[in-house]
């Protein structure tokens, strides 16, 4: 048993010219004379249109017509995605609304809003759908009705929305146009695709093997089919964006730890400048300013032997001295600093090895997805690949590896994203939220914009970090669990996070003051308490699981 349009969902969802044909067919007599009432861009690719419309039933022939009534409300769904080419009506409206429209949404908004649906058509033998607008919000009052067209191309990788003139003239577009014959600027003459045959899906994605059923049931086929192929779609970029993160993640570490073996390779020539500064101090009459080495005889190895004193030929015999000492004692500390950074990496390696084998194992392992025949099953399959996705994205998070999408579209995407809040959030162990600020000019913005007289805020003594304001709710005391889990994230986002304890400065917002002439982020604290804070990797994991 197979879905009204005889197909199974893939991660590739693409309609076939003549499933466009029945679609369409299906769409006139349910929006045409129907008012566009709204519009979204849910982002570059997903255009929703909320069309006022009438119901459809039996008509005269084989087609369904427009039936008498009050009407009914459709949500009509246009994709351009590469892998996600749609044009259907779906009964899952758009939650997903950016806080501020985007620039097409906004132009269509200003022209065809309010404006009637007069026609619904594929002008040529090709998969491009245009909606024929009569009136909109740019109508004048007692003015003839201006004409636009609404444009879908659904053609591959330069699938498109245009919005027209009557005339034909681009006035905007969803995305700019990637097509290299065709010159679809604003302001051009819009230019059909070249003729042809049409390409089909390929048949093993979408082959066509007979549509059945009412129109409304033809557009729910299409839309659960859609939605199926768009969950496994986001599934799959979630899953190769968390790989990709991990594998950078363990690379990073590889040549961190590589960086640190170099750092003690050169750190173990200490005892040869220790050999220098005792050999110079029994010649110091000959080391004059201006030579740049001496060489002389070393009494304090068997057999004697000459070694070579590089010497600045700046400074003079005892300032010589006193720097091939310096050297020396700072390649002793810095053996011992890189065995202590060797052993803190190590852990962390470890854990990213571990991942990373986790993360492949379920990458190669990706659960078969059923058809729309078996929809228990696969949102049951569903599920519990995204519980290991989650689990898998927490463990990430703990090891403070994010993934973030790639490409031109990822890049777009986080342009459009609302402004950059200068604070990290976090939950702690009740619930409270913590915000921790990125850098020093957003902690003065976190602590004297953000935050409330009344909250909490917190920072680490003595060292530079991140201003912490835990937020207070009325009525609702803060326990000192939650005080511990904002210290912990005060010296995890400080100097001292490599250390053991430290001490955190705890106090009330109103008593932090700005330091007039100071770099960005300093401040005054007139009264605060200190708290002492163990590193605990526990429950700074748990706490770094939560950002949002």
């Not at 979204?40 to 009438?54: C, F, K, S, V």
């Not at 590589?258 to 029994?282: F, M, N, P, Q, S």
């Not at 030579?291 to 068997?302: F, K, Q």
């Not at 709710?473 to 669990?481: A, D, F, L, Q, S």
Request: with cysteine; charged share 30%.
């Amino acid at each position: 048993m197979r879905d009204a349009l005889g197909r199974n969902p893939t991660s590739r969802f693409r309609l076939s010219l003549a499933e466009l044909r029945e679609l369409v067919a299906a769409l006139r007599p349910r929006i045409e004379g129907g008012q566009l009432q709204r519009i979204t861009e849910a982002d570059e690719h997903r255009l929703y249109l909320t069309i006022r419309g009438r119901e459809a039933g039996p008509g005269d022939g084989e087609r369904e017509a427009a039936l008498p009534g009050p009407g009914r409300t459709w949500e009509l769904l246009a994709c351009t995605h590469p892998r996600l080419l749609g044009f259907f009506l779906t009964s899952h409206p758009n939650k997903e609304r950016p806080k501020r429209p985007l620039a097409f949404d906004e132009r269509l908004r200003a022209t065809v809003l309010n404006a009637r649906v007069r026609g619904v058509r594929l002008p040529w033998d090709d998969r491009v759908v245009v909606l024929d607008l009569a009136g909109g919000a740019g109508a004048r009052e007692g003015a003839p009705m201006v004409a636009h067209q609404l444009l879908v191309e659904l053609s591959g990788h330069h699938a498109n929305i245009f919005l027209l003139t009557g005339e034909g003239t681009i006035l905007a577009s969803l995305k700019p146009s990637a097509s290299r014959r065709r010159d679809l600027r604003p302001g051009q003459p819009y230019t059909p695709p070249p003729s042809g045959p049409c390409p089909q899906p390929a048949a093993a994605e979408n082959e066509l093997l007979g549509l059945r059923g009412t129109g409304e049931e033809i557009h729910r086929a299409a839309a659960a089919r859609f939605e199926a192929a768009f969950l496994r779609h986001h599934y799959e970029s979630e899953i190769n964006d968390l790989s990709r993160a991990v594998r950078a993640a363990v690379r990073r570490a590889h040549r961190l730890q590589a960086g640190i073996e170099a750092d003690r390779e050169r750190a173990l020539d200490a005892e040869l400048w220790r050999r220098r500064g005792e050999v110079l101090k029994t010649i110091l009459h000959r080391a004059s300013r201006g030579l740049e080495s001496i060489r002389a005889v070393d009494y304090g190895v068997m057999p004697p032997e000459e070694i070579d004193i590089p010497l600045d030929p700046r400074l003079d015999a005892r300032a010589n001295l006193a720097a091939i000492f310096g050297r020396y004692r700072k390649m002793v500390r810095a053996q011992a600093e890189c065995a202590r950074r060797l052993a803190e990496v190590a852990p962390r390696q470890a854990a990213l090895a571990r991942l990373e084998e986790r993360v492949a194992a379920h990458v190669s392992k990706r659960p078969p997805w059923p058809g729309l025949d078996d929809p228990v099953d696969e949102s049951r399959r569903l599920k519990l690949a995204r519980h290991a996705l989650d689990a898998l994205a927490a463990e990430a998070a703990k090891l403070e590896v994010s993934a973030r999408p790639r490409g031109k579209g990822a890049r777009r995407a986080r342009h459009r994203t609302a402004a950059r809040v200068p604070y990290r959030r976090y939950t702690a162990v009740d619930g409270s939220e913590i915000l921790v600020g990125r850098k020093g000019a957003d902690n003065g913005t976190l602590t004297f914009r953000v935050a409330r007289d009344n909250d909490l805020w917190l920072h680490v003594r003595g060292g530079a970090g991140s201003h912490v304001i835990v937020r207070k709710t009325k009525g609702r005391p803060i326990v000192r669990e939650v005080l511990l889990d904002a210290a912990s994230l005060a010296m995890h986002f400080s100097k001292a996070r490599e250390d053991t304890r430290a001490e955190v400065h705890l106090t009330s917002k109103r008593l932090v003051r700005p330091l007039t002439g100071a770099p960005p982020g300093t401040v005054r604290v007139e009264r605060s308490e200190t708290i002492q804070v163990t590193r605990d990797p526990e429950r700074l994991g748990r706490l770094l699981a939560t950002r949002t």
